[in-house]
């Protein structure tokens, strides 16, 4: 078990975490989805209805350089984590199996 004679460092994780660009996408993410809870609900403390259960996608993936002015819409979780990974979980393609399978 990790940490067991001393206390974890999330200070030092928080910082790792800046440094590799996970913060400025997690806000990222986060302000998509509190943008699209206020323009459902007027309030950003209220889920919206409409994104129960479902996840925020952005046109162009913030993996590849996209961003909220990109455009965002909703889809089901299936369908957003449906896109190809390397090993390190970065995005490979934008196109899903399902997509590929059709054309």
């Known amino acids: 078990m990790p940490y067991v004679n001393k206390p974890r460092p999330y200070e030092k994780e928080y910082q790792q975490q800046k440094e590799r660009g996970e913060h400025e996408r997690r806000m990222e993410r986060q302000r998509a989805r509190r943008e699209i809870d206020k323009r459902d609900t007027g309030t950003v403390t209220k889920v919206s209805p409409k994104r129960k259960g479902k996840d925020v996608a952005h046109v162009k993936a913030l993996d590849k350089g996209g961003l909220n ?4 819409y909703i889809t089901s979780a299936s369908a ?18 399902k997509e590929r399978k059709r054309t």
């Open 80 to 97: 957003n984590r449906s896109f190809r990974r390397d090993s390190k979980g970065n995005l490979v393609s934008e196109t899903s199996k």
């Open 69 to 72: 002015k990109d455009g965002t």
